[in-house]
């Protein structure tokens, strides 16, 4: 085997990438010397007197100037992030529409690396603001990277990627003040939405809860732009990828999220890595949606325009694949901060379109790829492909590390060496599309409506997805202090619904609008509401629930509780009056995972609070109280038993929620589960669904239900402080 060693002079292992840290090795600097005192500089100093420190210390200066330049530009766009790799295997071949081996060979599992973002903060910003979310999946196949760089949300606030720029400088923060962070609510933002009509599609699906999900493994990815996939005839289908979650698609609650950002700004990351780590693996089914290419000028909308879904009544998806994340990564900067995409890397088989915005895409991802790490990058671990590759002429450049043996650094050459593959050897050919057409800036007729599809997003939503696009609406353009920019939105949101702009305009105090500035024809569609994205069984795996207790409480109900809903994969966490230990009424103590104060309600998905006489406690402690209060005001399941009934009826305090009486075993309302009785028999579980009967079931059903929105349609979310 290759070493290092001097004495017996071989070198060959030096470029070894991933290194095992074993607990023994010394501290050397990078050039290998041995340090044997890290923590002080080299100075001139005695007993008494501390004298001047010396710049001939190579190992301080070393380290230092090291450090100086540890952080490398954040990404433009997408800076906060994080990652984790997985694999995609395929359970159907596509082999009719692609030759693409990653799309048609049923056999194999591709490794991927999968990266989620949000587009507007900078890299210390918090995950759970409201945004796009980034889902950007890199597939290691057997000829080459692919590279899906897709977002949340199926549509994109622009047509042509001249104008990305403009955009992105509109939402990010203002250049006199940089404020606001994290926010698109701002006067610039809402600006550029105005002077361009169509960004309203977009702008619809950013308002929506989809702009704030619960969870990374909750969200649906979308490849957005059109690509095409070419099979062994060379016939050519248009092509959109679709990603979705098996857990069904979640978000949170805006308070929530508002409060997250303070509370946990890491909250989406974490809850990725817990997942993973626990080996509750996230999946997502993959699917395609084709137009053969005789079809593209079928429809009302132009298919390579990016501000348009393809409606699924039209382009059914099929779903041929399965991607799973299973394995984080062993260090944040080499692996995810400098993971790096590019639209344009495709492999035989899937092809490019004429998308404006794509086309742009594909020039500008390689650019900012190598300001950001160099024209080396795709050197690096996460980037570099894992079948062979190799290109005599891509050569030197900074931190160029791959050493090639040979005296050849050109093509054609006297040897052949590094010869082109043609397609039957696996060559990649692009599609020879026809061009005919006047050289001149500009698209073509049908990007020119931009207001349909819109209305038929809004149409599509459930009542209560349109009441938080009202609030999102209402919250954005309050924080816009110029009349004209909040004056003119308001009246154009009419263009998409009257009803949404008056109740906006009267919140805002814009332009309520008497008349709709374009009649809602009424249509809705499929796929567009998040509700129509449920897991396929009731599942409570990985949603984070609360146990609240104090000294005194019950220990039988405590760990019947815990147990059962951790046997239902869920994460369950004991947060008590004190970490140092809390004690039950018959004297086992139980060291809880958190204490009151260093934890919030809008961590969990749910809260149970057993019975005992630790209410009394719990009554007088504020966190404890306003916890419940705040997961009724988030829609959260609550449950209690026994001497628990009493306690949460006072924190919500609305005679609409029926809590338990003392003759009753179990009533649930409003989302709200409460019983009395023996443990054994109140937390048993055996069948979970809407009519189940046990306390314990029906509080797993309840929050497999994720929220109960029907306090908030009947106002009593509204009426209890959040
Ligand atoms: Fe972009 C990053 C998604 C349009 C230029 N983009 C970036 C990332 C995602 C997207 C997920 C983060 C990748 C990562 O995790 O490293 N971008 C999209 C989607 C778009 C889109 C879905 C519309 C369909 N982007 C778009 C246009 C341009 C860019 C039109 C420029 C013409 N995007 C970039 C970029 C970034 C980027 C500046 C910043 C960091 C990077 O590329 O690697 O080049």
Known sequence: MATNSESDGKFADMQKDTVEFDGKQHMTTDYGLKISDPDHWLRVHSESNTGPTLLEDQIAREKIMRFDHERIPERVVHARGTGAFGTFKLYESAEDVTTAGVLTDTSRTTPLFLRFSTVQGSKGSADTVRDVRGFAVKMYTSEGNWDIVGNNIPVFFIQDAIKFPDLIHSVKPEPHNEVPQGQSAHNNFWDFVYMHSETTHMNYWQMSDRAIPRSYRMMQGFGVNTYSLINRDGKRHFVKFHFTPELGVHSLVWDEALKICGQDPDFHRKDLISAIEAGHFPRWKFGLQLIPEENKDDFDFDILDATKVWPEELVPIRYIGEMELNRNVDEFFPQTEQAAFCTSHIVPGIDFSDDPLLQGRNFSY?????????????????????????????????????????????????????????????????????????????????????????????????????????????????????????????????????????????????????????????????????????????????????????????????????????????????????????????????????????????????????????????????????????????????????????????????????????DSTVTESYGVVTGHGDTASILKVADIGPDSKTLAEQFIWHVSCHRNWQRELDGLADQIAA
């Not at 061009?435 to 931009?450: A, P, T």
């Not at 349109?466 to 209402?474: E, G, Q």
């Not at 109280?625 to 009724?632: A, D, L, Q, V």
Request: aromatic share 10%.
């Open 366 to 662: 390689f650019d900012t790829q190598i300001s950001r790490l160099g024209p080396n990058w795709e050197e690096l671990p996460v980037n570099r492909p894992v079948c062979p590759y190799m290109n005599l002429v891509n050569r030197d450049g900074a931190m160029r590390h791959r050493i090639t043996k040979g005296t050849i650094n050109y093509w054609p050459n006297r040897f052949e060496a590094n010869p082109p593959a043609s397609p039957a050897q696996g060559g990649f050919t692009s599609h020879p599309g026809k061009q005919i057409g006047i050289k001149s800036r500009g698209l073509s007729e049908k990007f020119n409506e931009h207001y349909y599809q819109a209305q038929t997003f809004y149409n599509s939503l459930s009542q209560i997805e349109k009441i938080h696009l009202a609030k999102a609406f209402s919250f954005e353009l309050d924080h816009c202090d110029d009349p004209i920019v909040y004056k003119r939105v308001t009246e154009r949101v009419a263009a998409v619904s009257l009803e949404l702009a008056e109740a906006v305009a009267k919140n805002v105090g814009g332009e309520a609008p008497s008349k709709a500035l374009k009649a809602n024809k009424g249509q809705k569609a499929k796929g567009l509401s998040q509700f129509e994205y449920q897991p396929t069984k009731p599942t409570i795996a990985t949603r984070r629930i609360a146990i609240l207790i104090a000294d005194g409480f019950d220990y039988s109900s405590y760990t019947t509780m815990k147990e059962v809903l951790e046997a239902h994969g869920a994460f369950v966490f004991t947060i008590g009056a004190l970490r140092s230990g809390v004690v039950s009424e018959d004297g086992q103590k139980v060291i809880p995972d958190n204490f009151f104060n260093g934890m919030r309600s809008t961590l969990f998905d749910a809260v149970f609070v057993p019975g005992g006489k630790h209410v009394s406690a719990l009554a007088k402690n504020g966190v404890a109280k306003f916890w419940i209060t705040e997961s009724f005001a988030h829609l959260k399941a609550i449950a209690g038993v026994n001497e628990a009934v009493p306690f949460i009826e006072r924190q919500i305090g609305l005679e609409e929620v029926k809590l338990a009486d003392a």
